[in-house]
């Protein structure tokens, strides 16, 4: 089974990053911008994170495109695709780079949509969630194939039910 952690908009929060990478122990923890933190913090150590409008004090990349266990990720942070309009934009992207998995920030609104053969995964904000009081981030599990479960979990650990979901690709 892999299982990758998606977590975005951080915002300067440190405990909670390791307390999550602590709890889930993941095969892969994903960080989609506005981490706030350089790329030596100790806590982003073994995270794979990408720039985020907010992001001063780092040199993360704009994208990346990461093949895990038959699964294509395209990770950005949302705001040079202009996501709080439309996912279009992201969506062409995602098809240049034949990704499975699109995972997205910035506008701390924690969801998922399935458009096309693609998922477009937003795991809200650890910080400062937006149109939900949770603060969010989302758990990928899947064996082999294209059938993968998405479990939206508060900073806590607690699965926000609503939001977590089976979906084949």
């Known amino acids: 089974m892999t299982?990758?952690?998606i977590m975005s908009d951080s915002h300067g929060l440190t405990e909670e990053i390791e307390l999550i990478k602590e709890?889930?122990?993941a095969d892969y923890v994903l960080?989609?911008?506005?981490?706030?933190?350089?790329?030596?913090?100790?806590?982003?150590?073994?995270?794979y994170t990408v720039a985020g409008n907010c992001d001063f004090y780092g040199n993360f990349p704009k994208e990346i495109i990461k093949e895990i266990?038959?699964?294509t990720f395209l990770v950005v942070h949302g705001h040079l695709h202009n996501v709080k309009m439309s996912l279009m934009n992201l969506s062409y992207r995602a098809e240049e780079v034949n990704a499975d998995i699109v995972c997205f920030?910035?506008?701390?609104?924690?969801?998922?949509?399935k458009i096309g053969n693609k998922l477009f995964l937003n795991p809200g904000s650890i910080h400062l969630p937006r149109m939900r009081r949770e603060k969010t981030y989302c758990v990928l599990?899947?064996?082999?194939?294209?059938?993968?479960?998405?479990?939206?979990?508060t900073v806590e650990g607690d699965t926000v039910e609503e939001l977590s979901y089976s979906i084949t690709l």
């Open 3 to 5: 299982k990758v952690v």
């Open 23 to 25: 709890r889930e122990k």
């Open 31 to 47: 960080h989609c911008g506005d981490s706030e933190l350089s790329e030596s913090a100790k806590e982003l150590e073994g995270v």
């Open 69 to 71: 266990n038959g699964l």
């Open 105 to 113: 920030g910035h506008s701390h609104i924690a969801g998922g949509e």
């Open 141 to 153: 599990e899947w064996k082999t194939g294209r059938e993968v479960e998405a479990r939206f979990r």
